[in-house]
């Protein structure tokens, strides 16, 4: 596999230095990306760029993922437009752990020579003493570069600190030493990162001698396009905010509806960037999507791709059963199958009364219950819903009104009760 001609194809190539393509095609080439700690979970923001270190070992490179416990003490000042608060060393090294527990879904660690690797530039930067770093490192990039940089010239006006001005010598000094020490000689990131990244390459330059008008070039630099959405907003935000891959802050079922909501439009994009579906596979399906729209096809294989490896296989079909009760074609068996995280997203929203056990217990008939629980005003109206074949309880239709209310609680605490197309719940406590 070409590692540059897939990221062409599938849009994901912004730009690269002279020479990176070559490289590539010469030899097995180390390539980097950095993560800071910022948050205990990536976002699907990140997995665009997690992405290009799968794609990169697939085409028989060795991939390198950067944990920034150094860097994430200062946060990069990058095209934000504030500073960003300080994280505690323990906030930092709980995040770190989580992003490395994610990176290992998507990265292959026990390949022989090409086996991913992760690290962590706190490890080489916590024994820096500050004149020690302004000798190693500071000397060799002038003021007047680093604030060439867009990233830098975009906060003038409003002010950045030292320490963000600082970032972007750290994040080059660590090319520098995985350039020094394992031989990397490729850094990639997102096309805002292109400053930074280059910076990087500049130092190894200058501290390792030659010119600019080399013919072989020490260290190369590339960079992907950031994924925004059709009409050029900001892609990766639900209602509640970023998408994470942490299952605990956005759930396998809300991450497969994610994708599953994603509009027409955007799906050309999103099925090239976020899957592993070949140009053919991807071409097939955008033809029968074309031909049926309403059916979704595009938005299901992407949602089905990228929640199993996000997840897991047994995680995307849940979302799958979960998203059948959503839209009203689950079963009794779908509802008793779901964990309780995933029934209470479901129906969040839908109107809730509660009820004690001993109540529950109490009431001689389904008209009994569902008064009690205020499900309907009166007796009276509950009794011609239910002759009007317009009432189900835990998905089956109730047909008798003096029918006893013997049903199997779901969740062991919750009763689904239909009132013709609309819900509502009865919780039991």
Not at 15 to 27: C, R
Not at 111 to 121: K, L, M, Q, W
Not at 393 to 410: G, I, R
Request: proline share 3%; charged share 25%.
């Amino acid at each position: 596999m070409d590692f540059i001609e897939e990221l062409r194809w599938r849009g994901m190539l912004q730009d690269m230095m002279p020479g990176t393509e070559e490289q590539l095609q010469k030899e097995m080439t180390s390539a980097y990306i950095g993560f800071d700690p910022t948050a205990s979970s990536l976002h699907i923001g990140n997995l665009a760029t997690i992405m290009l270190l799968v794609h990169l070992q697939r085409a028989g490179h060795k991939p390198f993922a950067l944990v920034g416990g150094a860097t994430g003490m200062i946060g990069d000042p990058s095209f934000k437009a504030a500073e960003r608060s300080f994280l505690s060393e323990e906030t930092l090294r709980f995040n770190q752990e989580g992003i490395r527990k994610q990176l290992e879904k998507f990265l292959d660690f026990n390949s022989g020579e090409n086996s991913a690797e992760i690290v962590n530039n706190y490890d080489w930067f916590k024994d820096f003493s500050f004149l020690g770093f302004l000798r190693e490192a500071g000397k060799f990039l002038s003021v007047n570069y680093m604030m060439s940089k867009d990233s830098v010239k975009k906060r003038l006006e409003t002010g950045i600190s030292f320490t963000e001005f600082s970032y972007q010598l750290l994040q080059g000094y660590d090319f520098y030493h995985l350039y020094k020490t394992q031989g990397v000689k490729l850094q990639m990131g997102g096309s805002d990162q292109w400053g930074n990244i280059t910076t990087g390459t500049e130092i190894i330059r200058r501290k390792e001698g030659g010119n600019e008008e080399e013919t072989e070039r020490r260290a190369f630099a590339l960079t992907t396009p950031l994924v925004t959405k059709a009409d050029g907003t900001k892609f990766g935000k639900s209602e509640s905010g970023n998408v994470w891959l942490d299952a605990d802050k956005t759930s396998p079922f809300q991450f497969y509806q994610f994708w599953l909501n994603a509009a027409d439009a955007d799906c050309p994009r999103l099925i090239r960037v976020f899957t592993l579906l070949s140009k053919e596979e991807i071409e097939e399906l955008e033809r029968q999507h074309a031909e049926a729209p309403h059916l979704r096809i595009l938005q299901k294989a992407i949602a089905q791709d990228v929640t199993t490896r996000v997840h897991s296989a047994e995680a995307y079909e849940t979302a799958v059963r979960a998203s059948e009760v959503l839209y009203g074609k689950g079963t009794l068996e779908t509802l008793q199958s779901l964990d309780e995280t995933t029934f209470v997203q479901i129906f969040d929203g839908v109107p809730t009364t509660e009820i004690s056990l001993a109540e529950y217990e109490a009431a001689p008939n389904v008209t009994d219950l569902l008064a009690t629980a205020q499900v309907y005003p009166s007796k009276g109206e509950i009794r011609r819903a239910i002759q009007g074949n317009a009432v189900s309880v835990n998905k089956t239709k109730v047909s008798d009104p003096n029918q006893p209310a013997d049903f199997q609680l779901l969740q062991g605490k919750y009763l689904l009760v239909a009132k013709g197309k609309k819900n509502h719940l009865v919780k039991v406590v």
